[in-house]
């Protein structure tokens, strides 16, 4: 995905525009995306207005970014955990191997900012065995790809080419989706059980208890989080909340605004355990990636210069993202070609403004160049975030 040009964009949409079963996946995984998002609103009618309370805490959080994390890390480590800071992608890597060392199994959760620093590709070549445990993104383990929707991982793939790479581990019998799954877990169950390390992403983190919290749909987060005897969690600056309530409430906006169902699991962890079960050993490594440029410049951590300092071409505004993908479902291009509209980590809709702020701003300018301006994803934005304003602002990068 290194140096994305237009023109490389422009061949990737096209192939992908003739893949018959890829156009099948994405036009099945979005169709319902409206009526599931709605009916997730009526069984939680208080969410469309935590939404608004959440935009405001974070409004306030970019402003006390330092010294919430300063808090955080405070409790957090009282707690008995171990905090790292890591200001680019080599720094969270070098902090990574010294947890993890060379060699081991490691079972990993979804994690974005994983994706960012390509973490499973450098542990892997740093002879660690890695497994993902969500599904889709040990389909996209599988095939060598990245993830095409920020929730969902490999939500254009049908289950004919489900069946197809999961096969040769899971076995041929596999008649339906609940015999994937069940093939899938059965094939984790002894993985989890091996496991040197657990390595987990956080959707939030909660700076007066210390808590790193983080929703799944599987069960996978707890298996991997509980039993290996060492837990990573590898997060970002921006999801530093001030209570743990507002980490909480952000969580379940980020679920609902999803489109796909109700998330099962919200886990909060908040140091090593003291029983019997859970991690004896648990650290947080926080990723800047550029966020601290693009937040206007805040000197606490880099002393380079900001890149975006001219406010019309400010990028901040991105930092509001809680990652629920509903922007990206909502996208009449990412409906018809979904992650071949997309950089490293980060597709379509607010993934153009990500691309810039945390991997290539050459790469997001390319990528800008394929929205309509049509507005769909900020009308839907939880955060109220004018999308298509920073993706036109991409363009002049
Ligand atoms: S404005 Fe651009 S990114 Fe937003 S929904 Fe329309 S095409 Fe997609
Ligand atoms: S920009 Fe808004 S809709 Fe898109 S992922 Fe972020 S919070 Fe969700």
Redesign the pocket.
């Known amino acids: 995905m290194i140096g994305l040009s237009f023109e490389k964009v422009h061949g990737r949409i096209l192939l992908s525009l003739k893949d018959k079963d890829l156009r099948k996946g994405s036009v099945e995984s979005t169709r319902d995306e409206r009526k599931n998002r709605l009916e997730a609103f009526n069984r939680h009618p208080y969410v469309v207005e935590w939404a608004k309370e959440v935009r405001s805490i974070k409004e306030q959080m970019l402003q006390d970014s330092p010294k919430l994390i300063g808090e955080f890390r405070d409790r957090f480590e009282k707690n008995g955990g171990h905090f790292h800071f890591a200001k680019d992608g080599d720094d969270l890597k070098r902090e990574l191997l010294q947890v993890v060392g060379k060699g081991g199994l490691l079972v990993k959760s979804k994690s974005l900012v994983g994706e960012e620093v390509a973490l499973r590709q450098f542990l892997q070549s740093n002879g660690t065995t890695v497994f993902e445990t969500d599904l889709g993104e040990f389909l996209v383990q599988l095939t060598n790809g990245v993830p095409a929707h920020m929730v969902t991982p490999a939500v254009n793939m049908t289950e004919s080419r489900a069946r197809k790479v999961l096969e040769p581990y899971v076995g041929s019998e596999l008649p339906n989706v609940e015999s994937m799954v069940l093939g899938v877990r059965k094939f984790m169950r002894e993985k989890f059980f091996d496991a040197d390390v657990g390595l987990v992403g956080a959707n939030a983190l909660a700076a007066d208890t210390g808590s790193a919290i983080f929703i799944t749909n599987e069960g996978n987060g707890a298996l991997t989080s509980i039993l290996p005897s060492k837990l990573i969690i590898i997060t970002s600056i921006e999801k530093v909340y001030p209570r743990f309530t507002d980490a909480i409430k952000a969580c379940v906006v980020q679920t609902n605004y999803s489109g796909f169902m109700n998330t099962s699991y919200i886990h909060a962890i908040n140091g090593p355990s003291a029983g019997a079960l859970g991690p004896k050993e648990v650290h947080l490594i926080l990723l800047d990636n550029g966020r601290t440029k693009a937040m206007g410049g805040l000197q606490h951590m880099s002393k380079k210069a900001p890149t975006f300092r001219d406010e019309r071409m400010s990028l901040s505004e991105t930092l509001y993202c809680l990652k629920c993908g509903a ?1 990206q479902l ?5 409906k018809e070609v979904d992650g071949a509209w997309g950089g490293q980590a980060y597709t ?2 607010i993934g153009i403004p990500w691309t810039a702020i945390t991997g290539s701003p050459t790469e997001a300018k390319a990528l800008s160049y394929f ?7 900020k009308e839907i934005c939880p955060m109220g975030i004018d ?2 304003e920073l ?1 036109r602002r991409c363009k002049s990068i």
């Open positions: 922007c909502a996208c009449p291009v990412f379509a809709a929205c309509l301006g049509c507005g769909e994803c999308i298509p993706i």
